[in-house]
C-alpha cells in the first residue's frame, strides 16, 4: 500500500459527459501528479500541483483540467469524453525524489 | 528534455535464470533514476531509485541496478527469477532541477517456469 489513494476504482460513462477522479496523497507529500496510462500510448504525465500551485504540464487535453485543494487532495476533472479517453488514470505524490503511485482509476467510456 | 529508452518491450526469462532489463536516459546532467514496477490492475511501485552516492543500488525483491554515467544507462538486474516477477516494468528519470518525471515505455517480464 502506497498511502496515495483514488477514486474511484472503476468509472463508466458515455461519450460527452463529464467525471472527476480524486486522489489524496500520502501524509505530509506537497506535490501530486496525474498520469493517463492506455495501450497504445504508455504512461503519459498530464499535470503536477506543488501545494496547490500548477508546476508542470504535459500532455494533457484542453477537456482535461485538475486542481489541488488546501488539504491537498486533488482532482482531475475530464469533459466532453470521446472513446479514446478510456485508460487508467495514476496519481503518484511525491516528498521530494521519487513518486507514489494510487492503485488507479479505470474510466471506460461508451 | 529528458528521455527515456526501455530496449526490449518484452523479455522472457526462466525460472531462476538472471533478468536483466535495459534502460538509457539522455540527459546532459546526470538525472534522478528510477525503476518502477507494475503487476496488473495495480498502481506502480518504486524498486529502487538513485540519486546520488554509490552507483549500485539496491531495491526490493531482490533487484539491483547499477548507474553507468558513462554509457548513460539504469539497467535491472535480478540474478535469480522468480514466478511472482511477472509483471511490467518502468525506467524513470528525473532532472535534479526539475519536477518533472520521465517514463520509458516499459518493459514486459515473462518468466518461464
Excluded at chain 1, 475530464?78 to 505524490?93: H, K, V, W
Excluded at chain 2, 523479455?11 to 536516459?25: D, I, K, P, Q, T
Amino acid at each position: 500500500d502506497s498511502g496515495v489513494t483514488q477514486t474511484p476504482k472503476h468509472l463508466i460513462t458515455a461519450t460527452g459527459q463529464r467525471v472527476t477522479l480524486r486522489c489524496s496523497p500520502r501524509s505530509g507529500d506537497l506535490s501530486v501528479y496525474w498520469y493517463q496510462q492506455s495501450l497504445d500510448q504508455g504512461l503519459q504525465f498530464l499535470i503536477q500541483y506543488y501545494n496547490g500551485e500548477e508546476r508542470a504540464k504535459g500532455n494533457i487535453l484542453e477537456r482535461f483540467s485538475a486542481q489541488q485543494f488546501p488539504d491537498l487532495h486533488s482532482e482531475l476533472n475530464l469533459s466532453s469524453l470521446e472513446l479514446g479517453d478510456s485508460a487508467l488514470y495514476f496519481c503518484a505524490s511525491s516528498p521530494g525524489n521519487e513518486q507514489y503511485f494510487g492503485p488507479g482509476t479505470r474510466l471506460t467510456v461508451t | 528534455a529528458q528521455s527515456v529508452t526501455q530496449l526490449g518491450s518484452h523479455v522472457s526469462v526462466s525460472e531462476g535464470a538472471l533478468v536483466l532489463l535495459r534502460c538509457n536516459y539522455s540527459s546532459s546532467v546526470p538525472p534522478y533514476l528510477f525503476w518502477y514496477v507494475q503487476y496488473p490492475n495495480q498502481g506502480l511501485q518504486l524498486l529502487l531509485k538513485y540519486t546520488t552516492g554509490a552507483t549500485l543500488v539496491k531495491g526490493i525483491n531482490g533487484f539491483e541496478a547499477e548507474f553507468k554515467k558513462s554509457e548513460t544507462s539504469f539497467h535491472l538486474t535480478k540474478p535469480s527469477a522468480n514466478m511472482s516477477d511477472a509483471a511490467e516494468y518502468f525506467c524513470a528519470v528525473r532532472s535534479i532541477t526539475g519536477n518533472q518525471f520521465y517514463f520509458g515505455t516499459g518493459t514486459s517480464l515473462t518468466v518461464i517456469p
